[in-house]
């Protein structure tokens, strides 16, 4: 396995381009064992409109060799998948995390078969976050994230676990079509525990 990827972050437009080769035994969903051999290259764009708001768009065009999962047949294809985002980020972090300000992201993706000339699926991606801060060390956040694939190999978006939703299994569910809607106040529950040593004590 291996990978290189050249990144030019000298002008306001950054750009990089890389190749890469993995191949190795992963999970899909629903934890099932498969294999895959991936091979190609990739084209990165990034152009900020300001310090918050920036556009990315990004390129790969890569051989995959998988054998069968829980959800898919095996296949051998040539695809080349793009996708287009704009991106906000003014939030404002603590060793807790986001604290206050907003962030947002639309992406919008496609992959495509060269070889049957199809489209093996579409993606589109909404994630909505703002944070308000109600003290020095605490906040309340909102998360409003909706998810959509469609195609004959459609994305599956799994949804479980502390980054996700929380208090379900980690990866308890997989669909193509999700809505998720997240409210939280964040506090530090333990202000620090501390071992003591005879040279001090670590926190």
């Known amino acids: 396995n291996a990978g290189f ?4 972050l000298s002008r306001r437009f ?3 381009a890389g190749a890469y080769h993995f191949a190795g035994d992963y999970l899909d969903e629903r934890d099932f064992r498969y294999f895959e051999r991936r091979a190609g290259v990739n084209l990165i764009g990034s152009y900020p ?24 047949d095996a296949r051998r294809a040539i695809l080349a998948t793009n996708y287009l985002s704009l991106i906000h980020d003014n939030s404002l972090w603590n ?12 992406a919008f993706g496609v992959t495509t078969d060269l070889e049957r000339a199809t489209v093996e699926n579409v993606a589109l991606i909404a ?12 906040g309340y956040a909102v998360r409003l994230q909706g998810r959509v694939s ?3 190999n459609r994305q599956r978006f799994v949804l479980g676990g502390s980054h ?16 998720l809607w997240n409210n939280e106040f964040r506090y530090p529950l333990l202000d620090g525990i501390f071992l003591g040593f005879p040279f001090g004590n670590i926190g």
């Open 5 to 8: 990827t050249y990144f030019d």
């Open 14 to 16: 950054n750009y990089g």
């Open 49 to 72: 409109f300001s310090k918050f708001n920036r556009i990315e768009s990004s390129l790969f065009l890569f051989h995959s060799d998988r054998s069968d999962d829980s959800f898919r």
């Open 95 to 106: 060793a807790m995390g986001p604290i206050d300000g907003s962030r947002y992201n639309l």
């Open 127 to 138: 994630a909505f976050r703002r944070y308000f801060r109600t003290g020095l060390r605490s």
């Open 150 to 152: 469609e195609g004959t």
């Open 164 to 179: 996700s939703l929380r208090g379900f299994p980690r990866r308890s569910l997989f669909v193509s079509r999700s809505l």
